[in-house]
């Protein structure tokens, strides 16, 4: 065992069953202990830096000690610490919130409702759809469509709109009446000669083949990202909203926004849906939200969706659905401050101010032989590791590659994620220019790194 009896890892590995954690290698190893955060910075229990070029699970967006968030939150706590929101009952952080929501969204937007992470959030998407569509009739219509690769939480339902390889074995899912279609990454599914715009049209034709042999009848939503972030950050192709959306019309298929990671600024705009000319019927949204300093995530719904949700819930005497936490006053009060601060700071003018230097560096990783496509937009991007550039060919996944140059990055003082083999940054959007220089000369080094240990693999 790497660390001491009764050390604070220790304990760790003797009682805390981690998330997306492999729970015997962590018996053996113990954790990374993260003691405290200062900007765009966070420090081990041995004091080490560390630059969050993840800002956490891509959401600090105002990076890890931002005064005003702990005044508002200790403020709302000597005020009204919990409140609950059923059955007629409100308060003021819970309703300027929805009100604030609504008075940005990307669409005009009619009602929010409010509940604790992105999963429970799409959670809720899929239940009003449910309830939406009863309250129209039009019962057999519940499907949803998400995509392969895509992601979006990771409760009974929102696990089944995920699309990543890990959600679904072991936990008899998807439940039926999920379907993910094909995943829009041109550098990797797009076929020999085939052109941008081209490879977006045979996206578009595969949902509508999908939505055709389920039946239009039986096809309620199609949910999806604007930019997918844990599928390994991909930016869609030219074109391809634009033929989505004219598909998802021509059956009466609902859009929803899965904005958890790309609202609030992320891709240069306040709105993914914006940066991509989406129209969508419901928008989720979350982690930055609040800068994910308190847990709060967000649905909005058009008022054609609302309508018959409003008449469904008085026939039916009521809405049944709902949490404890739905708009908690801390967190409502938390993301309130949050989205004053983005506007007093002009956050879409930091992110549009630093995005050209971040995606110039990004970019610039392309040369590096490891690297086989670069991608990003805003404040969010990855590379992909390949193993020969020419022909695209991935790494055996025994090899670890992608787990290997994020752990060489942490041990240069910078925290990156790997998604397979590709390593996304989504670092807090105040990021400065010197910090972006400080990130990607840090994962220089840790390409570097990786590209020595894969060639003494090999020789060996
Ligand atoms: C796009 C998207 N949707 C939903 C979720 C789920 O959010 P949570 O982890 O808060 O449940 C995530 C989490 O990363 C996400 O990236």
Redesign the pocket.
């Known amino acids: 065992m790497p660390f001491q009896a009764n050390s604070p890892a220790a304990r760790d590995a003797a009682f805390f069953l981690h998330p997306y954690t492999n729970a015997r290698a962590h018996e053996e190893n113990g954790p990374m202990i993260i003691e405290r955060g200062e900007g765009v910075y966070v420090y081990d229990d041995g004091g080490k830096q560390y630059l969050e070029a993840m800002a956490g ?2 959401c600090a967006s105002l990076g890890f000690n931002e005064e005003r968030l702990v005044k508002a939150a200790t403020d709302q706590m000597r005020k009204l610490p919990y409140y609950h929101t059923f059955a007629h009952k409100a308060h003021l952080p819970g309703i300027d919130l929805a009100e604030k929501l609504i008075a940005t969204a990307p669409v005009p937007m009619s009602k929010v409702f409010f509940a604790g ?4 959030a ?1 959670d809720t998407v899929v239940k009003l759809v449910w309830y939406y569509n009863n309250a129209r009739g039009r019962h057999a219509k519940k499907k949803f469509i998400s995509r392969i690769k895509g ?4 409760t009974v339902a ?1 696990a089944s709109l995920t699309g990543t390889p890990v959600n679904h074995p072991g936990f008899d899912l998807p439940l039926p009446g999920f379907l993910h279609t094909a995943n829009p990454h041109y550098y990797r599914y797009g076929l020999e000669g085939e052109s941008e715009e081209a490879f977006a049209t045979r996206m578009a034709d595969d949902l509508e083949k999908m939505i055709l042999e389920e039946g239009p009848d039986t096809v309620a939503a199609f949910i999806a ?1 604007p930019i997918q ?2 599928g390994g950050v991909i930016v869609p192709p030219k074109t391809y909203w634009e033929k989505v959306q004219a598909v998802l019309k021509k059956y009466d298929v609902l859009l929803v926004a ?1 904005e ?2 790309c609202g609030f600024g992320r891709t240069g705009n306040y709105w993914g849906s914006e940066t991509f000319g989406m129209k969508p019927d419901i928008l989720s949204c ?2 930055a939200l609040s800068s994910s300093y308190m847990p709060i ?1 967000a649905v909005m719904i058009s008022d054609d969706v609302y309508q018959p949700i409003a008449n469904q819930s008085k026939d039916l005497g009521v809405l049944g659905h709902g949490y404890t936490y739905t708009a908690h006053p801390v967190c409502a009060a938390v993301a309130l401050e949050t989205l004053k601060i983005y506007e007093e700071r002009d956050i879409v003018g930091m992110v549009r101010s630093v995005s050209p230097l971040f995606l110039e560096r990004l970019h610039a990783l392309g040369d590096h032989p490891l690297v086989g496509e670069t991608r990003g937009t805003g404040l969010i991007g990855a590379v992909e590791l390949v193993s020969n550039k020419e022909t695209k060919e991935p790494f055996a996944a025994n090899l670890m590659a992608g787990v290997h140059c994020a752990n060489f990055a942490t041990n240069h003082g910078l925290i990156v994620r790997a998604i397979g083999d590709n390593i996304a940054f989504t670092p807090p959007l105040i990021i400065t220019n010197n910090q972006v220089n400080e990130l990607f000369d840090k994962m220089q080094l840790a390409l570097d790194d990786t590209l020595e240990m894969l060639k003494k693999a090999e020789a060996a």
């Open positions: 699970l891509w992470s992105g999963s429970e799409n992601y979006h939480g990771v929102s990202e972030g844990a899965d958890v990671i979350a982690k995530s």
